[in-house]
């Protein structure tokens, strides 16, 4: 059985307030972008996993893919069998569109229907907040405004077919530890559930990502990148999750020519 994890991009993203067991509170509209990992389990004597396409750093052991056998192993050890594992890493890592995250949903979600387990969204999404703050949205994989870590999902009306989105992965990896380190939370500057009250146009005037300055500041190729999308005709462009991906909203068919020092790989959605 085969599925194709996507990634995703934020369409905003605000850290308003560190809590007290560490992590922080944040405001964001998670939006699903059609670049794919594509992910099949096999029926096999024992389970194991193997990848192709972009090298994955860290044992395998370490890889959500596997870490999602084992809760699901853990909790239906009669009904789950031995598995091989097959990943083809398309999504760059690192990159703030969330290719782990969706790799460990999407298996979640693949183990169920292989196995028959019965399990509903809300029960799946239970499961994928063990793997990371962002895994449940994969589970429903709609626009969604989020919360609290970013597990705290509601889903929102956004449609944008009626544009192109154009996404550039330079080879810079952040890590999510780096960029939190380095941002100062405060109040959201606007409210993400209200987007579909501004025009599109309106966008960089009021919805920003709070991990931009800290990372333009380290990294300002990536910033130099942004102002291109803007230089020719996007109506928002911003950067997704804590970097290093770019995109930009143009008008449909149109796209960027973009230029950098740093090599980069382009997706059109």
């Known amino acids: 059985m085969i599925c194709f994890p996507n990634a995703k991009i934020n369409i905003g993203l605000f850290v308003t307030e560190k809590r007290a067991d560490g992590y922080h509170n944040l405001e964001t509209i998670f939006f699903p972008v059609k670049i794919c990992d594509a992910l099949e389990i096999i029926a096999a004597e024992e389970t194991s996993i193997t990848t192709h396409g972009l090298a994955v750093a860290g044992e395998a052991q370490q890889n959500l893919v596997w870490k999602a056998w084992e809760l ?78 970013g597990e705290l999902l509601q889903p929102i009306a956004l449609d944008l077919g009626q544009y192109t989105i154009q996404v550039i992965c330079p080879e810079v990896h952040i ?60 109506l928002y462009a911003a950067m997704s999750g804590t970097g290093s991906t770019i995109y930009g909203i143009m008008e449909k068919g149109k796209q960027a020519t973009i230029t950098s020092r740093l090599n980069f790989e382009t997706f059109i959605c």
């Open 175 to 234: 890590t999510t530890a780096d960029a939190f380190r380095n941002i100062s939370p405060g109040p959201a500057a606007f409210d993400l559930q209200k987007i579909n009250e501004l025009a599109t146009k309106d966008w960089p005037q009021h919805i920003f990502n709070d991990f931009e300055r800290p990372v333009f500041k380290a990294h300002p190729e990536l910033e130099a990148i942004k102002q291109q999308f803007y230089a020719q005709g996007a």
């Open 72 to 149: 699901l192993q853990k909790d239906f050890p009669a009904k789950l069998a031995p598995v091989n594992i097959q990943l083809l890493k398309k999504i760059p890592m690192g990159a703030g569109m969330g290719g782990g995250s969706a790799d460990g949903a999407f298996m979640l979600d693949l183990l169920n229907r292989f196995f028959a387990l019965g399990l509903d969204q809300a029960q799946l999404a239970v499961y994928a907040l063990q793997l990371g703050s962002d895994c449940p949205f994969f589970i429903y994989n709609e626009p969604c405004f989020a919360g609290g870590r």
